[in-house]
């Protein structure tokens, strides 16, 4: 194993230094919500930290207080920080899951509601073109996805951030992503499951023709959809994996709303 940069536990969390520095300016919530252009309840689950701001997103919200956030650098132990998620070690990884998806559902919303522009991160890009025609509900919900290829009996690894999440990752991710067999019959497993989602190809043309079967499957390899439940990733080959029975063999089985997955 190879060295890690270590990343040490701050003093506070973002939070907690928005709320002191409001407190100290003696800002209410609701008059810094309205500064923002947004609800004083997202104030509130920043401030509480039941969300986890962005840089940019705090930076923002400090500079309508009349602050300057400026960041420092020091030299950096080698190894492993264990502090550093260890909030979310004291969740099950089906609760991991869940809290990571509504943490990255409301930081991606707060940024919208201050008029924060996403970066260059594409998936950032994507969820936020995701949003709008989902309106209110949340821009991922695996469970339904992963149910329907339970209820199929697909042979597939939950990848991604989804799976960082479980294993107690606190990085915000907008879609799922799944490794499958290439076998025949899981491609007609398969098949049947995307059908039952009823997925449509992301980013493609409206009369692109795509038929939903194993023909189509095995001649493809990767492919991106956008659901009613979010965006939904199947990858027939992922990066840095010899073979998929490699990565199955090494995944944990773990429980996800109810349903026990890789």
Same mark, same amino acid.
């Given at each position: 194993?190879?060295?890690?940069?270590?990343?040490?536990?701050?003093?506070?969390?973002? +939070? =907690?230094?928005?709320?002191?520095?409001?407190?100290?300016?003696?800002?209410?919530?609701?008059?810094?919500?309205?500064?923002?252009?947004?609800? !004083?309840?997202?104030? %509130?689950?920043?401030?509480?930290?039941?969300? %986890?701001?962005?840089? =940019?997103?705090?930076?923002?919200? /400090?500079?309508?207080?009349?602050?300057?956030?400026?960041?420092?650098?020091?030299?950096? *132990?080698?190894?492993?920080?264990?502090?550093?998620?260890?909030?979310?070690?004291?969740?099950?990884?089906?609760?991991?899951?869940?809290?990571? /998806?509504?943490?990255?559902?409301?930081?991606?919303?707060?940024?919208?509601?201050?008029?924060?522009?996403?970066?260059? #991160? +594409?998936?950032?890009?994507?969820?936020?073109?995701?949003? @709008?025609?989902?309106? @209110?509900?949340?821009?991922?919900? $695996?469970?339904?996805?992963?149910?329907?290829?339970?209820?199929?009996?697909?042979?597939?690894?939950?990848?991604? +951030?989804?799976?960082?999440?479980?294993?107690? %990752?606190?990085?915000?991710?907008? *879609? /799922? @992503?799944?490794?499958?067999?290439?076998?025949?019959? #899981?491609?007609?497993?398969?098949?049947?499951?995307?059908? @039952?989602?009823?997925? !449509?190809?992301?980013? $493609?043309?409206?009369?692109?023709?795509?038929?939903?079967?194993?023909? &189509?499957?095995?001649?493809?390899? #990767?492919?991106?959809?956008? &659901?009613?439940?979010?965006?939904?990733?199947?990858?027939?080959?992922?990066?840095?994996?010899?073979?998929?029975?490699? /990565?199955?063999?090494?995944?944990?089985?773990?429980?996800?709303?109810?349903?026990?997955?890789?």
């Amino acid at each position: 194993m190879g060295a890690f940069a270590t990343v040490t536990k701050p003093q506070q969390s973002p +939070g =907690e230094f928005l709320r002191e520095v409001r407190t100290a300016y003696g800002i209410s919530q609701d008059e810094l919500a309205t500064r923002a252009n947004t609800t !004083q309840s997202a104030i %509130s689950r920043i401030e509480s930290g039941k969300v %986890s701001p962005s840089f =940019e997103t705090l930076r923002e919200l /400090l500079r309508m207080l009349s602050a300057n956030l400026t960041l420092g650098a020091s030299a950096r *132990d080698t190894g492993v920080d264990l502090t550093l998620n260890e909030r979310n070690f004291e969740f099950s990884p089906a609760d991991r899951v869940e809290k990571g /998806l509504g943490w990255a559902d409301e930081i991606l919303r707060t940024q919208r509601s201050i008029g924060v522009k996403p970066g260059a #991160n +594409g998936e950032d890009r994507a969820a936020w073109e995701i949003m @709008d025609p989902r309106g @209110d509900k949340p821009v991922l919900e $695996a469970g339904p996805l992963l149910n329907a290829l339970d209820r199929k009996e697909v042979d597939f690894v939950v990848i991604g +951030g989804v799976a960082g999440l479980a294993h107690g %990752s606190a990085y915000p991710t907008y *879609d /799922l @992503d799944i490794a499958y067999a290439r076998g025949r019959r #899981n491609l007609e497993r398969l098949a049947g499951a995307l059908r @039952d989602i009823g997925v !449509q190809l992301r980013g $493609a043309p409206d009369d692109l023709p795509f038929q939903v079967d194993a023909r &189509t499957l095995e001649a493809g390899m #990767n492919f991106t959809f956008i &659901t009613e439940f979010g965006p939904f990733d199947i990858l027939g080959h992922v990066d840095g994996i010899r073979s998929y029975e490699e /990565l199955r063999d090494g995944a944990e089985i773990q429980s996800v709303g109810g349903i026990p997955v890789r």
